[in-house]
C-alpha cells in the first residue's frame, strides 16, 4: 500500500486596502485567483513573513499592518503527499502606490512574471477567490476593513 507523507508548515499572506479597492492576485498560468502569502521562514513571525511575500508579489513596499485576522487551516494532496498548510492572514493598508525595488528578495522575479495585479470593490473580492480558506478571510478583512471606516 502507498503511503502519502504529511507535510506541515505555516505560511501567511496580506490583505492589502487601498481606499474602496482590495487587491487580489491572479495566477496567470494556472488562472487561479489568490492573496499574496507565503511560507514563514526560521526565525521569521507571521507577521514579518506577511509583509515580506506581500512586498515579494505585489511590489508595494510602503504597507501598514493594520489587523491580525488569525489562522486557518488548509488541507491538500499535492505531488503525492498530503500538506497540512496554516495560513495567518493580516490587513494591509497601502500607503504609498509607488512600486519599489524588491529585487533583494530571493523570488521577487518569479513572482512579477507570476502574478497579474487585480484592484477590485470590496464587495466583488470574495466571490473572485479560488481557494478556501482565503474567501473566508476576504470575509473577515472586508467585515473589519468596514467596520473600521466606519468610525
Known sequence: ???????????????????????????????EVVLPKGHVEPGETAEGAALRETVE???????????DLGTLQAQFPFKGDWHIRSEHYFVMRLIDRERGHVDDYDDAEHDKGTFEQLWVAPEAATSLMTYEPARSFVMRAVEWWRRSSAK
Open 57 to 67: 508579489e505585489t511590489g508595494y513596499t510602503k504597507l501598514e499592518v493594520l489587523a
Open 1 to 31: 500500500m502507498l503511503r502519502m507523507e504529511i507535510v506541515r508548515y505555516d505560511s501567511a499572506g496580506g490583505i492589502v486596502f487601498d481606499g474602496d479597492r482590495l487587491l487580489l492576485l491572479r495566477k496567470s498560468a494556472l488562472g
